[in-house]
């Protein structure tokens, strides 16, 4: 069982950049596969990135690839989403998520999820 957290949301201006922070406990959380998911309102969520257990395999949403990175340092059990060059149409609630599979693109495949991290990117 793995718990997520994230932190580092917040408001932005166009251009600009975030850095978001996933904090999980449980000592297997090297094993898990971990994705990041965003939603706006009015529309559904979405899948933005997710990493391997290990950190060697990593994808990114068409949307972001170029601009967001996305990272994981096992021995402080934390995942991070490094998001530059942010759009207003990045705005959205963005959800980090834990899966006992690789990674994913489908929410439905993680099974621990975040309570989310509000990104506010002004125009």
């Known amino acids: 069982q793995v718990q997520v957290v994230e932190s580092g949301g917040g408001l932005v201006p166009a251009g600009g950049s975030l850095r978001l922070s996933c904090a999980a406990s449980?000592?297997?959380?090297?094993?898990?596969?971990v994705g990041w998911f965003r939603q706006a309102p009015g529309k559904e969520r979405e899948f933005v990135a997710a990493?391997?257990?290990?950190?060697?395999?990593?994808s990114l949403a068409d949307s972001v690839r170029g601009r967001f990175t996305i990272s994981r340092d096992n021995a402080e059990r934390t995942v991070h989403l490094q998001m530059n060059s942010l759009n207003p149409e990045d705005t959205a609630v963005y959800y980090c998520?834990?899966?006992?599979?690789?990674?994913?693109?489908?929410?439905?495949?993680?099974?621990?999820w975040g309570r989310g991290t509000q990104v506010t990117v002004s125009s």
């Open positions: 998520a834990a899966s006992n599979s690789m990674f994913a693109t489908a929410s439905n495949r993680y099974q621990y």
């Open positions: 449980g000592s297997t959380f090297g094993t898990y596969g």
């Open positions: 990493i391997s257990g290990r950190g060697s395999s990593t």
